[in-house]
């Protein structure tokens, strides 16, 4: 019987042109010092014009699917994390399926915002839980610097483009357990365990002031930068507890974080909350900035990449975003 979901491969994808501190102090009213001191970002990516979520979710995809492997064909269900499709409708994933060359099975859009990797990660270790798809592509892909207000010094100094895929497969329960060095009931590689949660009466915290059933406009980000910071800091910590406490863990255990790259300080903070090392956590907002969904697949792939994550380690993935929504994984690579 299939029991769970393993990481079989993963890709990533960044637009060519990179926009410093220092380029985008000569048009927003900000600096390096401030950016560096506030949130660790130094420079991000930005799409070039005509370049679409789906282009770059096709790349990460691709990449994926040649790290893992497996045919496009063996791929029955897509599912895209983003909060900046192409078009309203279709869903940006059945472009990306088509494109992929994917003819079974299903295609479909994830919304959670900066939480759409690990509520996408939930939806497809469920899926393959329950037998209803055996192999599943999980794509966070963005293009935030189209939603950005650049009048705005508060937003739009934050986010960069890109993104991260992973391919999921059906496996038995205890494949591989030797090899991962396991023993007892929870044996083998894979996603151990997926927690997500909302609390929609943060909506005002972070939103986008337009939508096509309110305002028929694409909008913008708007957010209350010290609230939405107070509650990362809070659901974070619950979040990583949560997950540690379904696994019977402790934090001594995990071998990576690779968090959702919001903010150095979010990261160092829930870091220390948890006494990991800075060793333990894979940074990158530094040179990618916050990329929403695609944060922890690029983050992820660019450790699995450089042989810092090897099969084996224990990896907890975590992340919030605007809903509020906030969620984790477990993953035993
Ligand atoms: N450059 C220079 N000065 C700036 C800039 C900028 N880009 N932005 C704001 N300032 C100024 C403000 O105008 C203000 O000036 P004043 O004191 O003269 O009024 C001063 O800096 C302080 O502004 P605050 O908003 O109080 O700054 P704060 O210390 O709260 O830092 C920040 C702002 C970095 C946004 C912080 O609140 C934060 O990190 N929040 C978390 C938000 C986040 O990461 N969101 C991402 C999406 S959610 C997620 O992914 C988890």
């Known amino acids: 019987m299939i029991k769970r979901s393993i990481i079989a491969g993963c890709g990533s994808y960044l637009p060519e042109r990179v926009v410093t501190n220092e380029e985008l102090s000569k048009e927003v009213d900000t600096d390096d010092e401030w950016i560096v001191a506030r949130t660790g970002i130094r420079q991000r990516y930005i799409a070039a014009d005509g370049q679409q979520t789906s282009d770059l979710a096709l790349a990460a995809a691709e990449r994926a699917l040649e790290h893992a492997g497996i045919p496009a064909s063996d791929v029955d269900l897509l599912v895209l994390a983003t909060t900046t499709p192409d078009q309203t409708f279709p869903a940006t994933a059945t472009k990306v399926q088509h494109r992929l060359g994917m003819t079974n099975g299903a295609a479909f859009d994830l919304q959670a915002v900066c939480s759409g990797f690990v509520y996408g990660l939930a939806v497809a270790d469920n899926f393959i839980r329950a037998?209803?798809?055996?192999?599943?592509?999980?794509?966070?892909?963005?293009?935030?610097?189209?939603?950005?207000?650049?009048?705005?010094?508060?937003?739009?100094?934050?986010?960069?483009?890109?993104?991260?895929?992973?391919?999921?497969?059906?496996?038995?329960?205890?494949?591989?357990?030797?090899?991962?060095?396991?023993t007892g009931h929870n044996r083998g590689r894979g996603v151990l365990s997926t927690h997500i949660h909302s609390d929609g009466a943060t909506n005002d915290l972070l939103y986008v002031d337009g939508g096509p059933s309110s305002t028929?406009?694409?909008?913008?980000?708007?957010?209350?930068g010290r609230e939405v910071f107070r509650h990362a800091v809070t659901n974070l910590a619950s979040i990583?507890?949560?997950t540690l406490e379904a696994n019977g863990l402790a934090a001594d255990d995990i071998d990576w974080l690779v968090p959702h790259q919001a903010n150095k300080r979010i990261l160092?903070?829930?870091?220390?909350?948890?006494?990991?090392?800075?060793?333990?956590?894979?940074?990158?907002?530094?040179?990618?900035?916050?990329?929403?969904?695609?944060?922890i697949p690029l983050a992820l792939d660019e450790a699995v990449k450089d042989g810092r994550i090897k099969t084996g380690d224990l990896v907890l993935l975590e992340a919030m975003g605007g809903g509020l929504t906030w969620g984790a994984g477990l993953v035993r690579w």
């Open 240 to 242: 990583v507890d949560e």
């Open 216 to 224: 028929q406009t694409v909008g913008h980000v708007r957010m209350n």
């Open 131 to 182: 037998g209803q798809a055996k192999t599943v592509m999980l794509i966070g892909a963005e293009t935030f610097s189209r939603i950005l207000d650049w009048e705005d010094r508060t937003t739009c100094v934050l986010f960069g483009d890109g993104a991260g895929a992973v391919v999921l497969r059906a496996a038995e329960n205890g494949e591989d357990a030797e090899q991962a060095g396991e």
């Open 268 to 295: 160092d903070s829930t870091a220390r909350k948890l006494g990991l090392p800075a060793e333990k956590i894979v940074v990158t907002v530094e040179r990618h900035a916050n990329t929403s969904a695609a944060s």
